[in-house]
């Protein structure tokens, strides 16, 4: 017999937990309601990675070990609270209306509707078009280690350094490691792509060969870091920071201080784990709203790079 639903109180509004019980993470036990009350843990940070973005929704309707659905358009049933905005999709001539967060109670119904990870875009609703994020994934080949990520890391900070930008990194609840950069939303999709390829071409030329930006993946050193530039193309989406991701062991991505990535490993972060660490240090992450960077250096580059043959490839289908 299934367990009775569960009421929890978020803020001002109330979102029943249908199937509490429900096994979620089979390498601990971790149920549906244990997910619900880690969003509820890490609420102030999860809202801040989302607010206000289009955001697609990785839904496990038997848990992790089943079925996964990427999802879209939000799903039926919301309650009236719960906010959206419309993102066009030119290529096929549709659209979508996908969950925008504004409220930790919209996190907590989203895990209501099955969802583990949550996936935005880099913009936010006052302009879909236009990103306010830089997003740079490495993206670790099948032999690369951790400890390679971490170099790559150390050369991304120090180039971020030497522009003037700051960099806020998380773990990717996976192999990888992501930095965030706020910039000033002005530029399109493209641009921000062609910009992150500039930056990534830069990281390459001081890596010692351990970034291989070979465009076919499996064209790529089997040892290398890619520097994922197409993370920023338009449509495209990872994990947010917090986002819990859907593998047994309910991996976190967790928001790092740049002292920590040294040493934190992927799988110290858990949502058995992350509500102790929010609970004492808060989000990490609280800050980057405060520091905007201007794109224009890294367009110089790009056209620098143009004029000398290396055009960034045309955009992932």
């Known amino acids: 017999m299934a367990a009775p639903s569960v009421e929890l109180e978020v803020g001002d509004r109330t979102v029943r937990i249908s199937n509490p019980d429900r096994v979620y993470f089979p390498a601990r036990g971790e149920t549906k309601i244990d997910l619900a009350r880690y969003y509820l843990a890490v609420g102030d940070g999860v809202v801040r990675a989302l607010r206000e973005r289009p955001c697609m929704l990785h ?18 049933g919301a309650p ?32 209501q509707m099955s969802t583990v990870e949550f996936h935005p875009w880099n913009s936010r609703r006052a302009d879909v078009e236009k990103p306010d994020e830089w997003r740079i994934d490495l993206d670790p080949m099948p032999s690369a280690t951790y400890a390679d990520v971490r170099r790559v890391a150390s050369v991304v900070q120090e ?13 990717s609840g996976g192999k990888g490691l992501h930095i965030y950069v706020r910039i000033s939303p002005q530029w399109g999709f493209s641009d921000v792509r062609r910009a992150a390829h500039a930056f990534a071409r830069e ?3 001081r890596s010692d060969g351990l970034v291989d930006l070979t465009w076919w993946r499996k064209d790529r050193d089997p040892a290398s870091i890619f520097v994922d530039y197409n993370q920023n193309a338009r449509d495209h989406t990872i994990a947010c920071a917090y986002s819990v991701r859907g593998v047994p062991e309910g991996l976190v991505s ?10 934190a490993s992927p799988e110290d972060f858990t949502i058995a784990t992350m509500p102790a660490r929010f609970s004492e240090l808060g ?4 800050g980057i709203d405060s520091s905007v960077y201007s794109l224009d250096t890294l367009l110089s580059w790009a056209e620098r790079d143009e004029r000398d ?4 490839p045309p955009e992932p289908e």
């Open 254 to 263: 967790a928001p790092l201080l740049w002292s920590e990535v040294e040493s």
């Open 59 to 76: 839904r496990f309707p038997t848990g992790v070990s089943g079925e996964k659905v990427h999802q879209k358009r939000l799903p039926r």
């Open 159 to 171: 180039v971020l350094a030497e522009l003037g930008a700051v960099g806020w990194p998380k773990t």
């Open 309 to 312: 043959g290396d055009s960034t």
């Open 203 to 205: 990281v390459a030329r």
């Open 80 to 111: 009236d609270w719960v906010q959206t905005v419309r993102v066009d999709f030119p290529r096929y001539k549709r659209h979508a209306y996908e969950l925008c967060v504004t409220h930790p109670a919209d996190v907590v119904w989203a895990v």
């Open 283 to 286: 989000d990490v992450h609280a």
